[in-house]
C-alpha cells in the first residue's frame, strides 16, 4: 500500500470518529430538547450505519484487529450478566427510566436520590434509544451502548499511533487495566479512554505545534476537523459522570497553564471552543439544582459516618493513622497504578528530551487528578474504608490509563 492511499485511509479515519461522536452527542442532544422519537431512531440509525461502514469497508482493513478489539468487547458486554450495584441502580436504572417515562428529565422528581439523579445521562440516553428501536428492555442489551461510545476515543488514540505494533500493544493494555469496567455497565471506564483522548486531541490543538497529519492539504481543514473532534470528546467526557466534568475542567486548567507557559496567544477559537464544550453540562447542572437535584456521595446501606463540616471532616481523618494505611493501600499500593508508573517512568527517562513538553502535559494533568482523589476520600462525609474499597479501583484507571498512552506515544519515531 502505498503512502498516499494510507494518509488517505487515515484521514477518512479519524473523520469517520468525527461522524460517530456527533451521532452519539445528537442522540443526548434530542433527548435533551424532548425531540420526535423519528429523529432519534434516524440518527441512531446512522450512528449503527458509521459503525458497521468502519467494520465492513476494506478501506480499513488494516484496522482488522481494532474491528476484533470492538467486536470481542461487544460480545463480552452482550453475554455478561448485569451484577454490579452501580451499573444496575444507577445507570441502566436511569436508561430504563429515560425508556419507560419517554423523558430525559424524569429523574428530576427526585425519587430515591441514593441513586444518583443529579449524573449527567448522555450514557443511559443511548442505551434507552437502542431499547426504543428493538421495542423491549432486559437488563442486558442496553448497556451494550457503551462499548458504541468507546469506538470513536479508541480510533482516535490508534490514528494517532502509526506503528502498529503500538496500536497493538495499546489496546492490550486498555484490556488488562480497564477490560472489565467497560463490559460492566458503568461509566468509569468510559471517562478514563475519553480523559486520554481529550487530553492528547487538546495537547494537539493548543500545546503541540503540528497538526499537518492529515491527507487533507488545506491547513485550516486540518484544524477544524481535529477542532470539532476535540468538542465532541469533551461535551461526551463531562456528559458521562460528575468525575468526567471535573476531568474537563482539570484539562482547561492545564491548557490555560501550558499555553501561558509557552506564550501562545489566546484567541476566539479558544473561548468558543471551551464555551462548546462546557455549555451542554451547565445547562444540566442549571436545569438539576433548579429542580432541587444534588449531587450525593452515598451508597446502599451506606448512612454518613461524619456530620461536622467539610474542614472539620479533613481535619478528622488527617489526625487519624489509620487513614493513611487505608490510603496508602488504595491509592498507592493498586498494582495497576504501580505498572503504569513504572511503564511511565521507563518512557521518560528514554524519551523525555524529544517529547518534554507532552510529558510535562501529561504529569501536570496527573497530579492535580490524583490529589483530587486525596481531597474526595478525606472529606466524604461517609465511611473512608468503605469509600476506598468501592470506588478507588475504577477512579485510579484514568490516571492508570493516560500514563499508559502516552508512554507509548512517546516511543514513536521521528519518521511518524
Known amino acids: 500500500m502505498n503512502v498516499k492511499s494510507t494518509h488517505h485511509q487515515d484521514s477518512k479515519l479519524l473523520i469517520i470518529c468525527l461522524l460517530i461522536s456527533s451521532a452519539i452527542f445528537l442522540n443526548y442532544f434530542f433527548w435533551a430538547i424532548n425531540a420526535l422519537s423519528f429523529f432519534k431512531y434516524v440518527n441512531f440509525s446512522i450512528l449503527i450505519f458509521l459503525i458497521s461502514y468502519f467494520l465492513v469497508s476494506r478501506e480499513f482493513k488494516k484496522y482488522n484487529f481494532i474491528k476484533l478489539f470492538f467486536l470481542s468487547l461487544l460480545i463480552l458486554c452482550l453475554g455478561s450478566a448485569l451484577t454490579d450495584w452501580d451499573a444496575r441502580s444507577v445507570w441502566l436504572f436511569h436508561a430504563k427510566r429515560i425508556y419507560i417515562d419517554n423523558d430525559l428529565y424524569g429523574g428530576f422528581d427526585n425519587y430515591m436520590p441514593e441513586l444518583m439523579n443529579a449524573y449527567p445521562l448522555i450514557a443511559p440516553s443511548l442505551s434507552a434509544t437502542l431499547a426504543k428501536l428493538i421495542g423491549h428492555w432486559n437488563e442486558i442489551f442496553p448497556k451494550s451502548t457503551n462499548i458504541l461510545l468507546v469506538l470513536p476515543a479508541v480510533l482516535t488514540q490508534c490514528f494517532f499511533l502509526k ?36 487530553c492528547l486531541v487538546i495537547f494537539k490543538l493548543f500545546i503541540g505545534k503540528n497538526l499537518n497529519f492529515l491527507s487533507i492539504k488545506n491547513k485550516k481543514i486540518n484544524r477544524s476537523i481535529i477542532l470539532v473532534l476535540g468538542i465532541l470528546f469533551g461535551i461526551i467526557l463531562t456528559l458521562l459522570k460528575n468525575e468526567g466534568f471535573v476531568i474537563m475542567f482539570i484539562i482547561f486548567i492545564s491548557t490555560i497553564f501550558f499555553k501561558l507557559l509557552t506564550k501562545r496567544n489566546f484567541s476566539f477559537e479558544d473561548l468558543f471552543f471551551w464555551i462548546f464544550i462546557f455549555l451542554p453540562i451547565i445547562i444540566w447542572k442549571f436545569m438539576a439544582t433548579t429542580g432541587g437535584v444534588y449531587p450525593r456521595i452515598i451508597g446502599f446501606g451506606i448512612e454518613a459516618v461524619y456530620s461536622e463540616s467539610l474542614t472539620q471532616r479533613i481535619i478528622i481523618r488527617l489526625t487519624d493513622l489509620d487513614n493513611y494505611k487505608l490510603i496508602l493501600d488504595y491509592l498507592i499500593l493498586n498494582e495497576k497504578f504501580i505498572i503504569s508508573l513504572i511503564i511511565f517512568g521507563f518512557a521518560f527517562l528514554k524519551n523525555f528530551k524529544k ?17 483530587l482523589l486525596y481531597f474526595i476520600y478525606l472529606s466524604t462525609p461517609h465511611d473512608i474504608s468503605w469509600h476506598l474499597n468501592s470506588s478507588a479501583h475504577r477512579v485510579l484507571i484514568s490516571i492508570v490509563l493516560l500514563l499508559t498512552y502516552f508512554s507509548i506515544l512517546s516511543f514513536q519515531g521521528k519518521k511518524n
Do not use: P
Open 163 to 198: 506503528d502498529s505494533k503500538f496500536k497493538l500493544m495499546w489496546l492490550m493494555f486498555i484490556l488488562l487495566f480497564s477490560g472489565r469496567i467497560l463490559i460492566n455497565g458503568r461509566t468509569d471506564g468510559l471517562v478514563a479512554i475519553y480523559f486520554v483522548s481529550c
Open 355 to 371: 517529547n518534554e513538553m507532552i510529558f510535562k502535559f501529561v504529569i501536570f494533568n496527573s497530579i492535580i487528578y490524583y490529589f
